[in-house]
């Protein structure tokens, strides 16, 4: 395989439910665009799970979150997440790994996507260790049980949970 030139800057996509982001995707989101020339945080649509927010409400939420971050876009996809990759001709796909137990399937993801395309090349980064017990679906189930979710997530997706629950009561 040919390689690119060392200076390349490199155009990467972080994809992910995000339902909600959390301080673990933040830390993976700035380490990400300190490697790449560009990063897009791709929001996965028309996932089979069921959401707590919408696909728009997380791409305002990440943002938000990201408006300090110049080489950071945020966006929407469906479909294969390797024909994202092709229309943003992406050379990394990153993904956050925090546990052994993510590996397994993490694994299995990244070498169905680069045999569907060999260009785009996965890149696991490893959150800061304070994050690494952090999920979007314990916050979930802490937050509907009325548990305290500020220290796992960043304030603005705080204040929105918060909304939330104003809202279903
Ligand atoms: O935050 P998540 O839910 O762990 O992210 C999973 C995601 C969005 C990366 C994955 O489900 C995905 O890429 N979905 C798009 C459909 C696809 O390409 N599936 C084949 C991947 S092997």
Do not use: C
């Not at 927010?53 to 300090?68: A, G, K, S, W």
């Not at 993510?102 to 045999?115: C, G, K, S, W």
């Amino acid at each position: 395989m040919a390689h690119p030139p060392a200076a390349k800057r490199l155009v990467a996509i972080y994809p992910g439910s995000f339902d909600p982001p959390t301080n673990g995707h933040l830390d993976i989101i700035e380490r990400g665009s300190r490697l790449a020339g560009s990063l897009t945080v791709a929001v996965l649509q028309n996932s089979q799970k069921q959401p707590l927010f919408t696909v728009p409400e997380r791409v305002e939420m990440i943002r938000e979150l990201t408006r300090d971050l110049p080489n950071v876009t945020v966006d929407a996809f469906s479909g294969l997440l390797v024909d994202y990759a092709a229309k943003l001709q992406a050379d990394i796909i990153l993904r956050g790994i925090r546990a052994i137990s993510d590996y397994e399937i993490e694994l299995q993801m990244a070498l169905v996507n680069r045999r569907l395309r060999p260009q785009t090349e996965t890149v696991f980064l490893m959150a800061g260790e304070e994050f690494s017990f952090i999920s979007s679906r314990l916050i979930k189930e802490i937050f509907k049980l009325g548990g305290e979710i500020s220290p796992f997530v960043p304030s603005p997706v705080a204040r929105r949970l918060a909304a939330k629950l104003g809202s279903a009561e």
